[in-house]
């Protein structure tokens, strides 16, 4: 999408773009849903999916300050399963997901260039058994995510490199055999 308009204005909107291309040999899916909850479950055997996004900024404030955000992936599994779910409504409500791959691959790579910010990040992984969960509270407004990962007979690689804001990151990791991690996000 060229924002045509934004740009012969020096409006502020990007140029973005994206595109995703996904193959299954066999997909399964399973919903339910009623007034206070909705759950998903989904199978998905022999898996190929591949991923882009790009954003380039050109203006900003009617000045000239070009930006470039390009984000990549690539995955592969050869059984999938996916589950989302919501209990509750209205502005006090709980959700969670939760993945489990067996014989996956992932490559993921992000590069964002600007006058305030630039990022490097590069990460590949391959496991035999991987998961994810996620569990979020949400009350009125304000969310709480805590988030776990693990994998055995695994190894991977990431790298990473920032500097945004008057801040500078730097960070790498390698993973053999075994893998844990977990996140904890506050928003308010």
């Known amino acids: 999408d060229p924002h045509m308009s934004s740009l012969l204005r020096k409006g502020g909107r990007p140029i973005e773009g994206e595109a995703s291309a996904s193959i299954h040999y066999m997909q399964v899916e399973n919903k339910y849903s009623n007034e206070f909850l909705s759950h998903s479950l989904e199978a998905n055997v022999g898996n190929a999916k591949v991923e882009g996004e790009f954003e380039l900024g050109i203006w900003n404030d009617k000045k000239f300050d070009p930006s470039l955000d390009l984000r990549g992936q690539l995955s592969l599994s050869l059984l999938s399963l996916t589950s989302h779910a919501k209990l509750g409504k209205g502005k006090v409500y709980a959700t969670s997901k939760a993945s489990v791959n067996v014989g996956s691959a992932k490559a993921v790579g992000q590069v964002c260039l600007s006058a305030k910010e630039q990022t490097l990040k590069l990460s590949g992984h391959v496991a035999a058994l991987e998961g994810e969960a996620e569990l979020g509270f949400h ?37 053999f055999i075994a893998g844990l991690g977990w996140k904890i996000n506050i928003k308010y």
């Open 139 to 175: 009350l009125f407004g304000a969310t709480i995510t805590l988030s776990g990962s693990a994998s055995l007979m695994s190894a991977g690689a990431d790298v990473s490199y920032s500097h945004k804001n008057r801040e500078w990151e730097f960070g790498s990791k390698l993973g």
